[in-house]
C-alpha cells in the first residue's frame, strides 16, 4: 500500500469519527461510550479487513474511550456500593 493510500485512509477514518462520535472527554453517559467502543471497534475490524491497514491512532482514541468507560464503572460501582 502506498503512503498516499493510506493518508488517504487515515483522512476518511477521520473524517469517520469527527462526523460520528464525541471527544472521549465530553462523554458522560455509559450506554454513550459502549456504542462508541463498540462502532469503532467494528469500524477497525472492517479496515483490518478490508485494507489490512488501520492508523495508529485509532487504536489511541480506543483506548481513551476504555480508560473514560472504566472511569465511569468506577464512580458507579462506589457511588452503589458506598
Do not use: G
Not at 2 to 11: A, D, M, T, Y
Not at 16 to 30: G, L, M, V
Amino acid at each position: 500500500m502506498s503512503e498516499f493510500e493510506k493518508k488517504k485512509l487515515e483522512s476518511d477514518f477521520r473524517n469517520f469519527t469527527s462526523r460520528n462520535f464525541e471527544r472521549p472527554a465530553d462523554c458522560r453517559n455509559i450506554d454513550q461510550i459502549r456504542y462508541y467502543v463498540s462502532e469503532l471497534c467494528n469500524k477497525i475490524s472492517e479496515y483490518e479487513h478490508r485494507f489490512n491497514y488501520v492508523p495508529n491512532w485509532a487504536y489511541s482514541l480506543l483506548a481513551q474511550y476504555n480508560t473514560v468507560h472504566n472511569s465511569l464503572l468506577h464512580k458507579d460501582f462506589t457511588q452503589a456500593y458506598a
